[in-house]
C-alpha cells in the first residue's frame, strides 16, 4: 500500500482498495474509507503515524465490506467521528444485510458470509440524508451523490479533489471486471455523467490511480457499461423463448471469458446482469416474465 500526496493536504493509500486522507488542521485529519480489514487499517495507522498526520475522523462512501472492512479495528483503536450516508448506514450497523440481499433473503450460511461479502458492524456518529456541504468542527467538505455501484453511494470533494467511491474504476480494473458490480445501470451511467461536470483539479477511485486527466477514464468506464448492455440485449434477441436468468448470466460470463469459481461470486455477476437488465426493462427494450415456472427475460419485440 502506497502513500500519495495530491495537495498539500490532500493524500490517498493506493492499494487493491483505495483509502484517501485529508488534513484538515494540525489536529484533524478524516479517512475516507477504511479498506477490507484490519491488516490495510493498521498499515494506514503506522504511516499516519511515522508521518505526524492527525485522525480524528472517517468517511466511510457505502457499505460494501471492502470499503469498511478495516472501519471496526479502527474504531476500537482510535476516537474517529464516523460519517456516513443513508441507507448505507443500515448495512454498517448489520453488516450481514450484504449476504442478506445476495441471496433474496435467505438466511446465509456461514460460507456466504466471509469477509469480503460481511465485515465487521461499524458506529456512524452523523448519518447525511442527502449530498451537500459537510461541516464537523474544522472538517469541512462537500459529498456528492454517486448511486448505481451501490445504493446511496457518496463521493468527496475536498480542495478540488474528486474522491469517487466506486462510481468508477480504473481503466485495468475495469476491464479486469469483465462484468463490473453494479446495483443500478440507469444510476450508474448518470453518476458518471454527473462526474463529468464537477470542477475537479483531479479524482481518485475506488480502485485505479490518481488522475488530473481522469475524463479519459470516465469515458472507458461509460464504454464499457454500455457494451455490456448490448452484449446482453444481444443474448437476449438471439433467444426466440427467451433466456432464464441463470442462463444470462452464464452466457454473458462465457462471452467476457470471466470463470465463475463460488457460489457467492455467481451471485455477485447475477446481481450486475439484473441491474443491466433493470435499465433494458426502463427501456422497453426486453421483458422480465414468468414462463414455465421460470424467471425468463425475452426482447419486448417478441
Not at 6 to 19: K, L
Not at 41 to 60: A, D, G, Q, S, Y
Not at 87 to 111: D, K, S, T, W
Not at 181 to 201: G, R
Amino acid at each position: 500500500m502506497e502513500f500519495h500526496s495530491i495537495t498539500d493536504n490532500v493524500f490517498y493509500f493506493q492499494g487493491a482498495v483505495n483509502i484517501g486522507y485529508v488534513r484538515f488542521s494540525n489536529r484533524e485529519g478524516m479517512l475516507i474509507d477504511a479498506g477490507l480489514e484490519e491488516q490495510a487499517m493498521k498499515k494506514v495507522l503506522k504511516t499516519l503515524k511515522n508521518k505526524e498526520l492527525p485522525l480524528t475522523h472517517l468517511f466511510l462512501t457505502h457499505a460494501h465490506a471492502d470499503h469498511y472492512g478495516g472501519a471496526a479495528y479502527l474504531q476500537g483503536q482510535h476516537k474517529v467521528y464516523t460519517i456516513a450516508p443513508k441507507f448505507e448506514v443500515a448495512i454498517l450497523h448489520e453488516p450481514m444485510l450484504e449476504p442478506l440481499y445476495l441471496f433474496h433473503g435467505v438466511n446465509p450460511i456461514q460460507e456466504w458470509r466471509n469477509k469480503f461479502l460481511e465485515g465487521k458492524p461499524v458506529k456512524v456518529d452523523l448519518i447525511l440524508e442527502e449530498a451537500g456541504e459537510v461541516i464537523v468542527e474544522n472538517a469541512h467538505f462537500q459529498t456528492v451523490d454517486l448511486p448505481g455501484h451501490s445504493y446511496h453511494q457518496f463521493g468527496i470533494m475536498v480542495e478540488d479533489i474528486l474522491f469517487a467511491a466506486d462510481a468508477y474504476f480504473g481503466v485495468e480494473v475495469i476491464h479486469k471486471h469483465g462484468i463490473p458490480y453494479i446495483v443500478d445501470a440507469k444510476q450508474t451511467m448518470e453518476s458518471l455523467d454527473k462526474i463529468k461536470s464537477l470542477p475537479c483539479a483531479g479524482a481518485v477511485p475506488g480502485h485505479g490511480r490518481f488522475e488530473i486527466n481522469y475524463l479519459p477514464t470516465i469515458e472507458e468506464n461509460i464504454q464499457v457499461h454500455r457494451q455490456i448492455e448490448l452484449l446482453l440485449f444481444s443474448l437476449v434477441i438471439q433467444e426466440k423463448e427467451g433466456l432464464t436468468i441463470e442462463q444470462l448470466v452464464t452466457k454473458a460470463c462465457d462471452e467476457k471469458g470471466i470463470t465463475i469459481r463460488n457460489v457467492p461470486s455467481f451471485m455477485l455477476f447475477r446481481t450486475a446482469v439484473t441491474a443491466y437488465l433493470t435499465k433494458l426493462i426502463q427501456e422497453d427494450r426486453v421483458n422480465l416474465i414468468v414462463r414455465d415456472n421460470q424467471l425468463v427475460v425475452e426482447s419486448s419485440s417478441v
